[in-house]
Nanobody, 122 residues
Framework: QVQLVESGGGLVQAGGSLRLSCAAS????????MGWYRQAPGKQRELVAG???????NYGDSVKGRFTISRDNAKNTVYLEMNSLKPGDTGVYYC????????????????WGQGTQVTVSA
């Protein structure tokens, strides 16, 4: 069983900053990548940022230049530094892990956290 625990969400004014953290625990055999997705009311879940075990990063177009994803492999933790926040960044932010749980014989799959609310006021 793989568990993802997010922290760091909250309410911030436009132009402000927040830092999200996500710690993975449990029976983890291997991690291919970790990342963040978000879902605003009435919209589909979208990629915010991702990072592979080798450190390659990928960002959604709307956050490039404002958000930075980083990872501590030793702690199985991923961070999202969010700067110059806009009201359009409001939503529930979900941590994602792509990897194998338990043994090398299990398939690679997605694991999700419970989500943390980020609200940016105008």
């Amino acid at each position: 069983q793989v568990q993802l625990v997010e922290s760091g969400g909250g309410l911030v004014q436009a132009g402000g900053s927040l830092r999200l953290s996500c710690a993975a625990s449990g029976s983890i055999f291997s991690i291919n990548a970790m990342g963040w997705y978000r879902q605003a009311p009435g919209k589909q879940r979208e990629l915010v940022a991702g990072i592979t075990s080798g450190g390659t990063t990928n960002y959604g177009d709307s956050v490039k230049g404002r958000f930075t994803i980083s990872r501590d492999n030793a702690k199985n933790t991923v961070y999202l530094e969010m700067n110059s926040l806009k009201p359009g960044d409001t939503g529930v932010y979900y941590c994602n892990l792509v990897g194998r749980g338990g043994t090398p014989f299990r398939p690679v799959r997605d694991y999700w956290g419970q989500g943390t609310q980020v609200t940016v006021s105008a």
